[in-house]
C-alpha cells in the first residue's frame, strides 16, 4: 500500500473517536421500536456524561450493566430515538445468533481514553 493510501487510511480512523466510559444508570427504553435500554454513560470530565439508546437486552440485564466499562463512539451527531436524544454509539459485535456482544477493555482504563 502507497505511503498516500495509508494515510487516508489512518486518518479516517483517526475521525472516528472511540472512548472508554462507564455505564452509570440503565433503564428499560419501552418506546424504542427494538428491546433497547436507555443507558447513561460517564466518558470522564472532558466529555461528560452521555445518553444512549442501545439494542443490548438479548444477552444483558440493567443490573449487571451498572459500573460497566464500554466503548463508544462520541464524536457522532445525536440522534433522537423515540423521543431519547441518543449521543453516543455503544460499539458491540454480533455473536452466532446476531445478538450485541458489548465491547469492553479487558482491564478498567480511566473514563474518556481515546483508543488508538
Not at 418506546?31 to 454513560?41: E, H
Not at 423515540?82 to 482491564?107: C, H, I, N
Amino acid at each position: 500500500m502507497p505511503d498516500s493510501d495509508r494515510d487516508a487510511v489512518a486518518d479516517a480512523f483517526a475521525a472516528v473517536d472511540i472512548r472508554a466510559g462507564t455505564i452509570v444508570t440503565a433503564d428499560a427504553f419501552p418506546a424504542a421500536r427494538k428491546p433497547a435500554y436507555k443507558l447513561t454513560i460517564d466518558f470522564g470530565p472532558d466529555i461528560g456524561i452521555k445518553t444512549s439508546s442501545a439494542q443490548i437486552t438479548e444477552l444483558y440485564q440493567i443490573g449487571d450493566l451498572v459500573g460497566m466499562q464500554i466503548a463508544g463512539v462520541v464524536n457522532l451527531p445525536p440522534r433522537r430515538i423515540a423521543g431519547l436524544l441518543s449521543e453516543v454509539l455503544v460499539l458491540g459485535f454480533p455473536d452466532a445468533q446476531g445478538r450485541v456482544v458489548l465491547v469492553r477493555p479487558a482491564q478498567t482504563v480511566r473514563n474518556g481514553a481515546r483508543l488508538y
